[in-house]
């Protein structure tokens, strides 16, 4: 995968986040001239390190999921393979009355054995009773449902859907469980009940399916150290690397191949180009090369607010919620989406600590900055123990001007798959390939391989 083949020329990628960082490497590696431009003054986009309490940590991505191999197959390329970690712990979810461990071996939540004690746990006997219902429904003649609340609710009932699914989905993917669109968030689902003629038995095809061990890994010392390594290795690859470098317009060169690509500073030009701009800042850029695209109407930006908090407590180090816990809807009192138990999760977190010192990370929906007594009142909920002191905290405020699932977003995938683009022009990031490293890493790799 690694290997230089020679392909020869100039290529611009725009956007320094991972997806540009991948692809340019590609490029690199292919036997082009590349110079990647990013707006702004760091490299990594939404993977990127904070300082809390004295030691580093990650503020957006900290983990990627391992379906494909590629995350990791890149990781190990890039010589950081014995850092790769497995996380520890499993999730809990906070239902209204009370907190309980998120059921193992489902997709989205989706439990493939209603019956388990687990799944009980959450949904109590009369729900599990209720979603083993789905194994004596008749197979789903009227076709394929479209929307995920609808098919589980169908399916499984209700408290399914509210207290495993629901938290799932709202706080992995950032979307409304009722309406999104099934194959957009399970693409292989709708074959797989078609095949084993039940939502549950389903699941269970899925998980066999997929690879034992943990759906996502770490690296130890953080997810930046991917960036990091991408950004040496684009050194060792000659790449030129421009921070503070805002494209503001991709034009292809009238009657001729190539383009040119416009910074305030300076005009650029080369022979192919890969956006990997976010994605509002990627349909601004499309004007010129796919204007029916840079036209249509943009979905709403989603933001998120990440607190990270140092907290003294002994009583952490027994990992009272597992690796943290997600919000369900029924749970008025907390503002927090979720909650990371970052040093019970990865403990080479907990090594950088002194002992019985831990980091907590709260998740918000929107900018809105949640006051001190707010966090340590969701800490307090979600922990089901009041935190003794708060050394620190770190907050950053997240913008996905594009989120894959939104309607609009798709629309505008689709469009751009139908309309096509000039020759020598790819676009990628994960309003194109999908929410996380996994689907932004195989989309670069292969937009940056389909320039040849
Ligand atoms: C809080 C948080 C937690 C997350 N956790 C996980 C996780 O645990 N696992 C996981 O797999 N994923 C996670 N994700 C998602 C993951 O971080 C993203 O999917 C991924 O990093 C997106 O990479 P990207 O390269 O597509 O976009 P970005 O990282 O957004 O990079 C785009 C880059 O383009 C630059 N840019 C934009 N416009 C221009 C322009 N006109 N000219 C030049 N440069 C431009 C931007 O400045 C930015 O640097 C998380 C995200 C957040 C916010």
Known sequence: ????????????????????????????????????????????????????????????????????????????????????????????VALADRTVPLPAGGVLGIPGSPLADDVRQVVDTRGAVRAYADRLLPVLKVGRYERLGP???????????????????????????????????????????????????????????????????????????????????????????????????????????GFTVVTPREDVPADVVVIAADGAGALDLLGDAAPEVARMPRPAPAVTRSVLLAVDDPRLDAMPRGSGVLRAAGRSDVTATALTHVTAKWPWAAEALPAGRHLLRLSYRGEEEPDGLRVAADAEALLGLVPSSIEDRLDTVWVDTAPPLAPETRSAQRALSELGLPEGLAVTGSWRAGTGLASVVAGADAAARGLG
């Open 1 to 92: 995968m690694g290997a230089r083949t020679s392909v020869s020329g100039s290529a611009v990628v725009v956007g320094g986040g991972v997806g540009g960082l991948v692809a340019a490497r590609r490029l690199a590696l292919q036997g082009r001239d590349v110079v990647l431009l990013e707006r702004g003054a760091r490299l990594g986009g939404r993977v990127a390190r904070g300082t809390i309490a004295g030691v580093p940590a990650d503020t957006g991505a900290e983990s990627f999921a391992v379906r494909g191999g590629t995350v990791r197959a890149l990781v190990e390329e890039l010589g950081l393979g014995d850092a790769l970690v497995e996380p520890r712990g499993s999730a809990w």
């Open 151 to 257: 098919l589980v609710r169908g399916r499984m009932g209700r408290r399914v859907l509210e207290r495993l699914v629901a938290p799932v989905v709202e706080s992995v993917y950032g979307v409304d469980a009722e309406t999104v669109p099934v194959d957009a968030i399970a693409p292989q689902l709708n074959t797989a009940i078609t095949r084993t003629g039940s939502l549950s038995a389903a699941v269970l095809h899925l998980r066999a399916a997929a690879p034992a061990g943990s759906a996502v890994q770490g690296i130890a010392g953080g997810v930046t150290r991917l960036v990091d390594a991408l950004l040496a290795d684009l050194d060792r690859l000659g790449v030129d690397v421009r921070t503070d470098a805002e494209v503001i317009g991709v034009h292809p060169v009238p009657r001729g191949p």
